[in-house]
């Protein structure tokens, strides 16, 4: 078994495909912290796992919300290293 950052950018559909070339399960991780881009990074992951080389050769792909206890998202400051919030 092998777990996969997805993203659905060319570098993590590459891993991926490595990966299942040397196993047999691989699923694939989204991770979401309430960026603008992210729908249309689940939904290349979406195209990416229903065509071939993927399709019914991967696990349903795994959404990790990133939020604080008020379930916000978090981000880490892109310079700063502070911890933000978006609201």
């Given amino acids: 078994r092998s777990a996969v ?3 659905g950018g060319i570098d993590s559909v590459v891993l991926a495909a490595l990966e299942l070339s040397e196993t047999r399960e691989v699923w694939p991780i989204h991770v979401r912290t309430g960026l603008a881009w992210e729908e249309a990074e689940a939904e290349s992951i979406r195209r990416v796992v229903t065509s071939p080389p993927f399709v019914g050769r991967v696990q349903p792909h ?3 919300k990133i939020v604080d206890a008020q379930g916000r ?3 880490m ?3 700063s290293g502070r911890l933000g ?3």
């Fill in 85 to 87: 919030v978006i609201e």
């Fill in 5 to 7: 950052l997805l993203s």
């Fill in 77 to 79: 400051g892109s310079h």
């Fill in 73 to 75: 998202f978090w981000y």
């Fill in 62 to 64: 795994v959404e990790v």
